[in-house]
């Protein structure tokens, strides 16, 4: 290790031959005031400090390889040798104390001028750290495995392998945001049992993996954590490690499993969402390691527990803070650093599972994820983001006095105002104000999160004389279904932490239950849906807690139980979905812009290789924004065009990120098809398109509605794929059409995302399932039959390549402005309607009980469907602009428009067609069958017959 005066003189060399950065009498001054601890440096080491921020200038920020080399650099042997060799074990921990105190110096100048943002202080000191602490492990390794061998062990085939140690950073290492004077909280993971290869005729010892790798961690923080004569490099805190103090100082992958499973408490959770591995690991270990690490902190399901461990969290560190009577404490005080990161975590407990985009360390970039999903408003963001600069700006202002790890504002008036002065504030009274009012900002959306939500807001009577209330309303039949499902075998085998939880969820769905009583009189509706629901989720308790973290919301779910049996039953079938719905995102609709953006943001996180998680995704997604509509048309009856604009556009951004995902995966495995003028496709350009028929086509999509959908492309069939693994085109699109439907059909807990029907491709069931453009073109004008050309009348191209989507768009037109035999025509729509009405329609025993199918029976929505396909081959030739919409609605002003039929006719039709189709989604809600009275449709459908009477027969 070279001496001050080796030091000085290197530097002064590099000094001639560079501008030195001149230190100014102001500066100097600014860091006597900001650190007494950091001017005692400079005066005592002046002509080394100068040298060294001659060489690392404060106007310039440090990389993290620069720090690696300083590191180096200053645990190098002082002796004159001219092979550089490392320090001794006291030479490399004077090298280091004394590289920190310069580094420290540094920054806290820095600070204290304001020239160096939160941001990359904390980087740089967490950059430090990271060297110091992979420096320092390697170190004590090479000198352990000089002893006792390398660690190895069995692995599950049998063979030999060698034992590593990952090094996990919590806290706020963890997340990369060091703060002026923090200690390091580490935890040390191995991989196995074993023993070192250690060889007595070779000098070494042989000894058990754990006893190397405990010796190894002790190393480690003798070096980093003891406190000479020069100070310590950094305070190590090893208590956040599994079993706490007293435990072993190593644990291995199994042991660290084991413990998640079953001794692994909610504060855990929190402190394991910041844990990163510090050194480099292999592929294998780091994948083994986030097997285990993932699932204990982020869960599948929407995790509201996360608030209970908030609470108690808070409660302990309140009563700590009484005790010690610390309420200056800028991290641990009301309003403080810790609030805002539990705020922050809590939220990324309980959503990260579902949302990889939060399973982010930083505090501030965690922040910023929770605002985009809108879990977090933008004022509460703005306030929270800029309190957490503040506070941490004042934390490192503290900490830069004596190079104390405290949070506390100092108690004699000349830190204090020195303090202030060094944050920017005239005095200290200004400071306390603008820190009172950022403290106020975070308290607040704190105490909202953890102690209002637990009272509903117009909660009025105990809990007690609520459920006697309820008693007192409920049918017969409803008490003796409650009284059932609290005496089910279902409720008796719950464990003991679900029945806490149902126990804690049951008053505030009573209470629900009579607000909905005393506003609409519906809870004897509700109930039975309800208790379905609860039997739901009780074994999945963590949806209990979301019912009673969330009173006031839990109220606004009752409602929508009594009004559709249909919302009723997917939130039953799928729990998941409970959380959307209680945050009441149905309060807007997003448009295909927004929607198209959200399953972007979703799917960022989703590996390429995980299949369960992208069908996870696109489901999730779904059944979501779908059960969004649903509520949205129940609260607002919303007009039907837009409920079905809406269910249509999360069809076709579906579609659009299947395509896109299953083109990538395919191109991945086989390369690139070659297109049908001899040139790869591209991703803007593959060669392929997805074609709606029916609804989807139609614009008209409803809640229930399955997809029809043809595949077409212009790939050259015959030709091989250009990847190590080639295929022809005619197997890539292949693949391509059925990993589209694998994605889309395949059932899992999530539901499938549609059903999809393919019948209506080129030669139905019997045909390929994608076919050329050419030959979709012959085969729509040389064998289609007339229904297929009617189908195609609602059909349209909804996502792929666009010059396939343009060249369908041309055959579609060609084939519907074909001159065509109004008789002949005639006859074969009436002949499809016939068999349609037959098979589908209402039976005679229903037609004798005055029931009217509203879709199949004559006066229905077929017959006005057909009617619209009718108008367009009879008279497209004519009139080509009627080919140019696919709608039934805009069909018809296109037809009166033209003056194919008069205004009226057409008006008059389509108020019918939106009649009927209100009607359909309403029986939908309500779980209820199509075949309604006849006697209140009678107009509608006598209006409708006699204008089919009129156009058709």
């Not at 209002?452 to 003796?480: F, H, M, V, W, Y």
């Not at 189908?791 to 402005?817: E, P, W, Y």
């Amino acid at each position: 290790m070279p001496s001050d005066n080796s030091f000085a003189a290197t530097f002064a060399q590099e000094a001639l031959s560079s501008t030195p950065e001149k230190i100014t009498a102001e500066q100097i001054q600014t860091l006597k005031l900001a650190s007494p601890f950091a001017y005692q440096i400079w005066q005592q080491k002046q002509s080394v400090c100068q040298n060294f921020l001659t060489s690392y200038p404060l106007s310039q920020f440090l990389t993290r390889q620069q720090i690696s080399d300083l590191i180096d650099d200053y645990t190098l042997d002082d002796g004159l040798d001219d092979e550089l060799k490392r320090a001794d074990e006291a030479g490399v921990m004077r090298g280091l104390r004394r590289l920190r105190g310069l580094l420290m110096l540094r920054w806290i100048w820095q600070d204290a001028l304001g020239i160096i943002s939160l941001e990359k202080l904390t980087s740089e000191l967490s950059d430090f750290a990271d060297n110091c602490i992979n420096f320092t492990k390697e170190y004590v390794w090479e000198q352990l495995v000089e002893r006792y061998g390398r660690p190895t062990y069995i692995d599950s085939k049998g063979q030999r392998q060698f034992d590593d140690m990952a090094i996990f950073a919590m806290g706020k290492l963890g997340a990369q945001e060091l703060n002026l004077s923090s200690d390091i909280d580490l935890i040390f993971v191995h991989r196995a049992r074993g023993e070192t290869d250690g060889d007595k005729s070779k000098g070494t010892k042989c000894i058990d993996n754990k006893r190397f790798m405990i010796r190894l961690g002790q190393g480690i923080i003798k070096i980093l954590d003891t406190c000479t004569a020069e100070g310590f490099v950094f305070r190590v805190d090893m208590r956040l490690r599994p079993w706490g103090e007293g435990s072993d100082l190593a644990i291995h992958l199994t042991a660290l499993d084991k413990y998640f499973s079953a001794h692994g408490r909610a504060w855990e959770r929190f402190a394991w969402l910041k844990a990163r591995i510090v050194n480099e690991v292999d592929d294998d270990f780091a994948d083994d390691l986030e097997d285990i690490v993932k699932p204990f902190v982020f869960r599948y399901y929407v995790d509201y527990s996360a608030f209970a461990a908030l609470r108690e969290m808070k409660s302990l560190i309140q009563n700590q803070v009484a005790q010690r009577e610390d309420l200056d404490n800028i991290k641990l005080g009301a309003g403080g650093i810790r609030d805002i990161e539990f705020v922050v975590q809590a939220f990324q407990l309980i959503y990260g599972g579902r949302h990889s985009q939060l399973e982010v360390k930083s505090c501030l970039k965690a922040m910023k994820a929770l605002n985009d999903f809108d879990f977090i408003d933008d004022e509460t963001y703005e306030k929270l983001e800029a309190a957490y600069r503040f506070l941490r700006r004042v934390e490192h202002g503290i900490q830069a006095i004596n190079d104390q790890q405290t949070q506390r504002l100092p108690s004699n008036p000349e830190s204090q105002h020195n303090l202030a002065v060094t944050l920017g504030f005239k005095d200290w009274s200004d400071f306390l104000q603008c820190l009172n009012e950022h403290r106020q900002n975070v308290h607040i959306p704190f105490d909202r999160m953890v102690t209002e939500r637990q009272i509903a807001k117009d909660a009025t009577i105990s809990s007690d004389k609520e459920a006697e209330a309820l008693n007192k309303i409920l049918t017969d039949e409803n008490k003796a279904k409650l009284e059932q499902f609290w005496n089910s075998k279902m409720v008796a085998s719950l464990s003991e932490e679900a029945k806490e939880r149902l126990d804690d969820a049951y008053p505030v769905l009573v209470h629900a239950l009579l607000v909905h009583e005393e506003q609409q009189g519906l809870a004897n509706v509700a109930l039975p849906r309800l208790i379905n629901l609860m039997e739901a989720i009780c074994r999945r308790s963590i949806y209990l807690v979301m019912l009673a973290e969330n009173p006031n919301a839990t109220v606004n779910l009752i409602p929508m139980l009594s009004a559709s049996p249909w919302i009723a039953g997917e939130l039953t079938h799928y729990p998941v979905l409970l959380d959307s719905f209680l945050q009441q995102r149905y309060r807007h609709l997003p448009d295909k812009q927004e929607l198209a953006n959200i399953l972007r943001q979703r799917l960022l996180r989703v590996e390429p290789d995980d299949e369960e998680m992208l069908l996870n995704v696109l489901r999730l997604f779904k059944n979501n924004q779908v059960l969004a509509v649903a509520a949205s048309d129940v609260i607002a009856e919303r007009p039907i065009m837009k409920v079905s604009d809406s269910l249509t556009d999360i069809a076709e951004v579906v579609l659009e990120f299947t395509l896109e995902r299953a083109f990538t995966e395919l191109v991945k495995r086989h390369g690139y098809p070659i297109n049908q003028q001899g040139e790869s496709v591209t991703e803007a350009h593959n060669g392929f398109a997805i074609i709606g028929y029916g609804k989807l086509g139609g614009i008209e999509m409803s809640y229930t509605s399955d997809l029809d959908l043809v595949f077409i492309h212009q790939i050259n069939e015959q030709a091989m794929t250009t990847g190590a693994k080639p295929v022809s085109g005619m197997k890539f699109t292949a693949r391509l059409a059925q990993k589209l439907m694998t994605y889309l059909n395949t059932q899992t807990r999530d539901g499938s995302a549609y059903e999809i029907d393919m019948r209506l491709r080129p030669s139905g069931n019997a045909g390929m399932m994608v076919v050329s453009s050419h030959s979709f073109e012959r085969y729509q004008l040389e064998k289609a039959w007339v229904w297929e050309h009617q189908a195609l009348v609602r059909a349209r191209a909804i996502c792929g390549d666009r010059r396939v989507m343009s060249s369908f768009n041309h055959t579609r037109k060609q084939v519907l402005t074909r001159e065509r035999d109004i008789n002949d025509l005639k006859q074969h729509v009436i002949e499809m309607r016939s068999k349609m009405k037959d098979h589908l329609g209402s039976n005679q025993k229903a037609q004798q009980e005055g029931k009217f199918h509203l879709k199949q029976d004559a006066g229905g929505i077929v017959d006005i469907e057909f009617m619209a396909q009718y108008g367009v081959l009879a008279h497209a030739h004519e009139h080509p602009e009627l080919t140019e919409w696919s709608d039934n609605v805009r069909i018809f002003e296109s037809l009166a428009k033209a003056g194919v039929w008069d205004v009226a006719t057409c008006e008059g039709l389509t108020q019918a067609y939106l009649k009927l189709r209100a009607t359909m989604h309403q029986i939908a809600l309500a779980n209820e069958e199509v075949m309604v009275d006849a006697e209140p449709w009678n107009e509608t459908r006598e209006y409708v017959i006699s204008k089919w009477n009129e156009i058709v027969v």
